[in-house]
Every structure is written in structure tokens, then in C-alpha cells.
């Protein structure tokens, strides 16, 4: 199995993720670890997804670049992708047994502002899939439509519905269907709030790593443009 984690545009994140990194390495070690840098992003949206360079190179952000091209590379090569902040703890691959395996994330305000209250919430922060999965090229297709409905909304929002959870939970429920798709909860990667995960990337606070948790996903919001926003660790 492929192991995917991207890094685009600040390059000092490789630097402060360094320990996490690690620890996917070392729980996946027997698989293919590749770290897809600025340039190989846009090397394949060159050579597989011309039609979507505009949108590539429009957008607002680098997170939503590497939101983007994270379906992609998925489409194209298979394997599971987990987002730079994320320790892992023990390998989920014997659970990966459906064409895609998704996983809930805590609710946040977008998502009680833009989904009914029990609906699943996803997180874009740890996927996987099989190579050519119908359901993720279902996502590439509809990246430019989702990025202009929102264009209207502030930072935050707009990321998070044009290419990251907001959109993928919209993708799941419009499109679930053309594959094999299974949804994990969110005790696998989030089983603390987002405060506790703060603290915990911060070196604030320790909790126990349950049998149930397979990495968690500290959310340090490092995307984040300004440096005194509650939703961002300064690492």
C-alpha cells in the first residue's frame, strides 16, 4: 500500500511536523512512503488534470491546492493519505477493506451552519481508496463548480466548503453511491475535541491512546493566515 502526505508552500512545515511525520513512517514502514512536494502536485494535475489547471492556480490558498490535489493523487495511485499533522499510532490497514474508507470528524460551526445536525461529517485529513475509485474522481469533477459557489464566504469557510470537509461531505452524500464506500467514526483519528488536540500538539497536555485510536489528528491549523486566530497552534 502507498502512504501519502503532502507539502505545499510554506516549506518550514516539514521542519515542525518532523516527529508526526515519523511516526507515519515508522507505523507504515513496510509500505511506500511518498512526500509529494509543491512541484510533483503540479506535475500531475499537468499531466492528468489539464482541464483544472486554471482552477489550480486560482485559488485563494496553498491549503487548497493541497485539498485538491489529495483526491487526485488518490484517483491515480491508490494507497492512504494522512495530512501532515497527524501522529499515527498503529496501522489502519487492516481495516481499508472497501474500494474508499472515510472518516468522521468532529462538528464544527460550518458544519451545523451547512449540514443537518446528525448528518455524518467528514474530515479530508486521512483518506483512502483504491486506484481509479469512482467515487473520488466524482470529487475532481465537481472541484471548480464547489470552488466558485463559494467564493463569497470569508477564509475559513470558503476552504473548508470549496475543497475540504465541508466539500467532501457534500461529495459523499451526492455521490456515495457509484462506489464502495465505508465511513469509520471519528474515534479513530479524533477522539478528543479540537481543544484537547491543541494542547496536545502544544505540548500542553498528554491523554491516553485508547485500543480504538489508530493516530490522531491534531489539527493545528497551520493553513491558517492569521498568526491570532483561535483555530491556529503556533508550533
Not at 481495516?95 to 479530508?124: A, G, I, M, Q
Request: proline letters at 3%.
Amino acid at each position: 500500500m502507498k502512504i501519502h502526505q503532502i507539502c505545499i508552500g510554506n516549506k518550514d512545515y516539514q521542519e515542525s511536523h518532523a516527529d508526526w511525520m515519523k511516526s507515519t513512517k515508522s507505523v507504515y514502514q513496510n509500505c511506500e512512503y511518498i512526500l509529494w512536494d509543491e512541484q510533483a502536485c503540479l506535475n500531475l494535475v499537468e499531466a492528468k488534470y489539464s482541464q483544472l489547471l486554471p482552477i489550480y492556480h486560482s485559488y485563494k490558498y496553498d491549503v487548497n491546492r493541497a485539498d485538491a490535489i489529495r483526491y487526485m493523487i488518490l484517483y491515480e495511485h491508490g494507497g492512504l493519505y494522512l495530512d501532515l499533522d497527524i501522529i499515527s499510532y498503529k496501522s489502519i490497514q487492516p481495516r481499508l477493506t472497501s474500494e474508499c474508507v472515510l472518516f468522521e470528524c468532529h462538528r464544527d460551526d460550518n458544519s451545523e451552519f451547512h449540514f443537518p445536525k446528525k448528518s455524518k461529517y467528514l474530515t479530508n485529513s486521512v483518506m483512502y481508496c483504491t486506484p481509479g475509485c469512482m467515487f473520488m474522481k466524482r470529487a475532481i469533477n465537481n472541484l471548480a463548480r464547489e470552488s466558485r459557489k463559494f467564493t463569497h464566504l470569508d477564509e475559513g469557510r470558503y476552504v473548508i466548503m470549496s475543497t475540504a470537509n465541508g466539500f467532501l461531505t457534500n461529495m459523499y452524500y451526492k455521490f456515495h453511491g457509484c462506489a464502495d464506500v465505508t465511513v469509520y467514526d471519528m474515534i479513530s483519528f479524533e477522539k478528543y475535541n479540537k481543544q484537547i488536540r491543541r494542547e496536545i500538539a502544544s505540548g500542553d497536555d498528554t491523554h491516553p491512546v485508547t485500543q480504538e485510536m489508530y493516530g490522531i489528528h491534531l489539527n493545528v491549523g497551520s493553513w491558517i493566515s492569521n498568526n491570532d486566530s483561535p483555530h491556529k497552534v503556533l508550533l
